[in-house]
């Protein structure tokens, strides 16, 4: 079973540009997150989605950072414009959606903002 | 709110030492417990897993007992490898509908 597909691993780009990140979730998981992770820190929660609804966007910066999920599927984070502070690795996760509800994490996206 | 404290790091021992992580974790309720490990430049990969009071997990060696009367779920090993030196993280989750409430890892390195 192919596991959580994300893209690009690293992406390099310069402050005020925009960028996008891909995930693929697990075949079958309904439920699909995106994570920040700045370095030596523990993954936080930006959003999670149920099928093709985000259920909780609570810690989205919303002024410069959207998601969408179409089909309830593949998955796409933006960033616009990009901030110096951004630099982070973005890990997207998925779930089955039942007990004991683990999540199964994507390699990440390595985001450098210069 | 709920919350999960990990020992800090890092963390250097010599090949087959015995390794303990300490977790504690605060929350409401009877959360899920995990660990999850974070190998150089890779995502995080689930290690082990506990539901209940008094399960234990257990994966590779590695070991951890949902403990509800100190609130705590240690991670140990018995002899360490130098292919354990990753980050470990410890993380918690109440229902489906909550997020993963993750600590903030506790880096390991293991020398021969």
């Known amino acids: 079973e192919a596991g959580v597909v994300q893209s690009p691993r690293y992406k390099i780009i310069e402050k005020k540009q925009p960028v996008a990140f891909w995930c693929n979730p697990i075949?079958?998981?309904?439920?699909l997150y995106w994570y920040l992770q700045n370095l030596g820190q523990g993954p936080e929660l930006l959003i999670r989605y149920e099928n093709e609804e985000a259920v909780d966007d609570s810690q989205l910066p919303k002024d410069r950072f959207s998601a969408e999920r179409l089909k309830g599927v593949d998955s796409t984070l933006k960033i616009q414009p990009a901030e110096l502070g951004d630099s982070a690795v973005y890990l997207c996760a998925s779930s089955s959606g039942q007990a004991p509800y683990e999540q199964y994490f994507g390699p990440g996206t390595r985001l450098t903002v210069t | 709110g709920d919350s999960v404290t990990q020992m800090e790091g890092p963390v250097t021992l010599s090949e087959e030492a015995f390794l303990t992580i300490n977790c504690t974790y605060t929350?409401?309720?009877?959360?899920?417990l995990f660990w999850y490990v974070q190998y150089p430049g890779e995502g995080l990969q689930l290690l082990l897993k506990a539901t209940k009071a008094d399960d234990k997990g257990s994966n590779k060696g590695f070991e951890a007992t949902y403990r509800k009367e100190t609130t705590s779920f240690h991670l140990e090993k018995g002899s360490v490898q130098v292919s354990d030196s990753a980050v470990y993280f410890c993380a918690l989750l109440k229902t489906s509908y909550d997020k993963v409430i993750f600590g903030p890892g506790t880096s390991l390195s293991v020398i021969p």
């Open positions: 075949s079958g998981h309904n439920t």
């Open positions: 929350a409401t309720g009877y959360p899920s």
